[in-house]
């Protein structure tokens, strides 16, 4: 179990100078969280791992040490009292690579907060390899700052790797076939948890390969389903699993009505995401420890390389 203690005002000099960024670390970033605050925790138990926040000295969970223990990598998840930040630290854990002790998050979580940079200029800072999961923020911004450290890092929009390798596929086809699908209509629906209000970025992404196979499709036609009793009557989620999932649905269909195709990849929960993000953990290592001559890479990158699990 773990309990939060008030970081003392010199911490983020500390973080900088400690051997927790002296040797090979990696920083992990599941959310869109612009509240720039630093949030410590302590370990009072064998594995040092972090599952949830609070803003009292409580013990808040327990976390099973795993049989075994397969990789010497440090991980600091950041956004970890988030549900893909759990998610997260569970995969990690359970493969066995060494949970850093310090995560960055809300104020409310805090028992001190501390304001900093934003999470990816302090890794760069700092010179800290990391993995990256988002779709938020001034992406422009986000690789120069990347690219003028030279520090290592995957960074993605989206971290489930069969999703990826779905999309990836799309593209190809876009790219070698254009125009294939040339008259053809096209409907879309997309679910997600009550808490995302935006529309999918997966959904426009293998919308805009439609769109270079020939159809005709505004971004605004894209349906979006976020009532639960919608969801489990005419989308199918499970209902254990509304507060988590990802479902997508593509029907194309002929001018004459006489044709039609279906693609479709629902996820619930967030397993899908956590693999994937410790793939690329694992991947960013390994270029690490080799000084390759990439130091940005995304999760196409990853799937190339065939070493998932």
Not at 16 to 27: D, H, L, N, V, Y
Not at 93 to 116: A, C, H, M, Y
Not at 218 to 226: G, K, T, V, Y
Request: proline fraction near 4%; include cysteine.
């Amino acid at each position: 179990m773990a309990l939060l203690f008030k970081a003392p005002c010199t911490a983020i000099s500390y973080l900088e100078k400690t051997q927790i960024f002296k040797k090979q670390c990696f920083g992990f970033d599941n959310v869109n969280n612009s509240n720039n605050n630093v949030v410590f925790s302590r370990p009072r138990c064998l594995v040092p791992a972090v599952l949830s926040m609070s803003s009292t000295t409580k013990p808040i969970q327990e976390l099973e040490t795993p049989g075994s223990k397969s990789f010497n990598i440090p991980i600091m998840v950041n956004g970890c009292s988030g549900k893909m930040g759990k998610a997260v630290i569970k995969a990690a854990d359970t493969i066995g690579l060494q949970l850093v002790p310090v995560s960055f998050g809300s104020e409310e979580e805090s028992g001190k907060t501390l304001e900093v940079c934003d999470n990816a200029e302090l890794y760069c800072k700092v010179g800290v390899p990391f993995v990256m999961g988002t779709t938020g923020g001034d992406r422009d911004k986000l690789y120069k700052t990347v690219e003028n450290s030279r520090v290592y890092a995957v960074i993605s929009p989206q971290m489930g790797k069969q999703v990826v390798a779905f999309l990836a596929a799309m593209e190809i086809m876009a790219e070698q076939f254009p125009g294939a699908f040339s008259g053809y209509s096209l409907q879309v629906l997309e679910s997600h948890q009550t808490s995302k209000v935006d529309t999918s970025g997966t959904a426009k992404a293998v919308i805009s390969c439609f769109q270079k196979l020939g159809v005709s499709f505004d971004m605004d036609q894209i349906q979006m389903i976020r009532d639960p009793k919608q969801q489990i009557e005419m989308v199918g989620v499970p209902e254990e699993h509304l507060a988590g999932h990802a479902f997508h649905m593509y029907h194309l269909t002929s001018p004459d009505k006489t044709v039609s195709f279906e693609f479709q990849h629902n996820v619930c929960g967030r397993s899908i995401y956590a693999e994937g993000t410790i793939d690329a953990v694992i991947f960013l290592s390994k270029k690490v420890q080799s000084q390759a001559d990439k130091r940005i890479y995304n999760m196409i990158d990853v799937l190339r390389e065939g070493n998932m699990r």
